[in-house]
């Protein structure tokens, strides 16, 4: 079995050269659009950290609830919360573009504005800044944390195994709290606040479902990557069907708060809330409206339905690309209308796209390398190489 993952120069250079094409991108994008540049921005930038704390979200969780089936996959979520102490220097650039993304940045717009001077005392830039450092401190203190008990369970005797998987599981459920708490207050501030004069109080619970269910997504694909460059032998149609599970619940309970916060909007029909729908079924945004709902909801709930296709791997994997799409979709929808407001997909989306997806890969990749692929330490890992119902 092999356990020791190797980075080959080839992946390094495609990765690398994608992350050139995403500097430049932005280098120019600044100059020429900077408005639409910083847009696009924020996008890429809460897509992929939406994705490692959604992989760090399923880790805690298989922590606390002592899940036997996924252990033998855990370098996975690990790798991928890797990923945080990256997004957090990118997010704190993105102080130089507040006057771009937020109407509530600009004194003068305050000035006179009922609704921004009552928000003022949460919504402004200090404050605004110290949120994204104390969320972030957060993030990356837990991550570390995480990673060095797993890590330490590999070269720990008998007795201390137990006493590193109970502590883990301690920090996972005092980290799943913290985690709900400052993802939440960075949804509101990050892309909520782009509409200042809006509110939904299902909008965090629905971006923090979306983070889950596209983090378990991709960290399925990596798992299935892997699997078929000969890592985790061991992968059998049970694993897929644990794997296809996640992501066909999620994109049911995603489904859902979709469709609360639309039915409650539309139906109390309040001009202060219905005006953020109101701008969405203009002319081509309408497609990207039902769009986002038919490849987030509708095709890995019918495709997956079936217990035959969710325990087939290419089935799944058609899945999970649609729902990486859709959660772009999702994202460009809550983004885009409020700051440029123009429905237009050019160089600066793709070249930032291929950016980030480069730099995703390579530190995930590299995280990866840099431990035992199989956790030899964990207690339940024979129950997940052996696993059955």
């Not at 120069?9 to 020429?32: E, H, K, M, Q």
């Not at 897509?47 to 036997?68: D, H, K």
């Not at 004194?107 to 949120?131: C, Q, T, Y």
């Not at 909008?203 to 399925?220: D, I, Q, R, Y």
């Amino acid at each position: 079995m092999k356990e020791q993952l190797t980075v080959s120069t080839p992946f390094r250079i495609i990765t690398l050269a994608l992350i050139l094409v995403g500097i430049f991108t932005f280098i120019a994008g600044l100059f020429s659009d900077p408005q639409r540049t910083w847009a696009n921005y924020l996008i890429v930038n809460y897509y992929f950290l939406s994705l490692a704390m959604g992989g760090a979200f399923f880790f805690v969780l298989q922590s606390i609830s002592q899940s036997g089936w996924s252990s033998a996959f855990k370098r996975v979520p690990e790798a991928m919360m890797a990923y945080i102490p990256f997004a957090a220097v990118f997010f704190l650039i993105l102080y130089f573009g507040l006057h771009d993304l937020y109407h509530w940045s600009h004194s003068e717009a305050v000035a006179g504005d009922h609704v921004l001077e009552h928000k003022s005392a949460f919504l402004n830039i200090p404050f605004f800044m110290i949120r994204m450092i104390i969320c972030f401190a957060l993030w990356i203190l837990f991550a570390r944390i995480l990673r060095r008990l797993s890590l330490h369970e590999d070269v720990a005797d008998n007795d201390n195994v137990m006493v590193l998987f109970n502590k883990s599981e301690l920090f996972s459920k005092i980290f799943i709290f913290i985690f709900a708490i400052t993802f939440s207050f960075t949804t509101f501030d990050w892309i909520m606040s782009i509409d200042a004069h809006w509110y939904s109080t299902i909008f965090a619970l629905k971006n923090m479902v979306a983070a889950f269910l596209h983090g378990v997504s991709v960290l399925t694909f990596i798992v299935f990557i892997l699997y078929r460059k000969g890592y985790f032998p061991f992968l059998n149609k049970y694993h897929l069907h644990d794997f296809s599970r996640y992501v066909f619940i999620l994109s049911i309970v995603w489904g859902y708060f979709w469709f609360a916060q639309f039915m409650i909007i539309w139906y109390g029909n309040i001009p202060e809330e219905t005006i953020y729908y109101y701008v969405r079924w203009q002319e081509g945004w309408k497609v990207l409206f039902f769009l986002e709902i038919g490849l987030n909801w509708a095709i890995p709930f019918l495709v997956l339905l079936p217990v035959k296709s969710g325990r087939n791997m290419t089935v799944i994997t058609v899945v999970i690309l649609f729902l990486i799409i859709g959660q772009y979709i999702d994202l460009f929808v809550q983004v885009i209308p409020g700051t440029t407001g123009l429905l237009r997909f050019g160089w600066i989306e793709a070249g930032l796209i291929l950016g980030y997806t480069g730099l995703f890969a390579l530190v995930v990749v590299t995280a990866l390398s840099k431990a035992r692929l199989i956790p030899s330490g964990h207690p339940y890992l024979e129950e997940s190489l052996n696993h059955r119902f």
